[in-house]
Nanobody
Framework: VQLQASGGGLVQPGGSLRLSCAASGRTFGNYAMGWFRQAPGKEREFVAGISWNGGRTDYADSVKGRFVVSRDNAKEMAFLQMNSLKSGDTAVYYC?????????????????WGQGTQVTVSS
């Protein structure tokens, strides 16, 4: 299983970015997808998750109302739309493919991970 995250970059506070995650190697539409992030000196944390068919989404409290997770099973891709970005959102963002079709909030529930993409929010 391979996951390739992209779309990170430098953005000013209040700006937006859209992260993408391209997947291959397993039946994408059977599994949940998750987004996590890790800031320097901090542990990796859950950001958002989406169930196998997109019918259920979950968000960390810190990003609710600002981030939107989505997926396109036909294209085997997941997305994270990030709006109203804050300096506290600065981190390396990782996409991950779940153990089952239902999104979970903890990293061990995701056996496959992408390489990460850097998001820096700064003026």
């Amino acid at each position: 299983v391979q996951l390739q995250a992209s779309g990170g970059g430098l953005v000013q506070p209040g700006g937006s970015l859209r992260l993408s995650c391209a997947a291959s190697g397993r039946t994408f539409g059977n599994y949940a997808m998750g987004w996590f992030r890790q800031a320097p000196g901090k542990e990796r944390e859950f950001v958002a998750g989406i169930s196998w068919n997109g019918g259920r989404t979950d968000y960390a409290d810190s990003v609710k109302g600002r981030f939107v997770v989505s997926r396109d099973n036909a294209k085997e891709m997941a997305f994270l739309q990030m709006n109203s970005l804050k300096s506290g959102d600065t981190a390396v963002y990782y996409c991950a493919s779940g153990r089952t079709g239902w999104a979970r909030l903890t990293a061990p529930e995701y056996p496959y991970w992408g390489q990460g993409t850097q998001v820096t929010v700064s003026s």
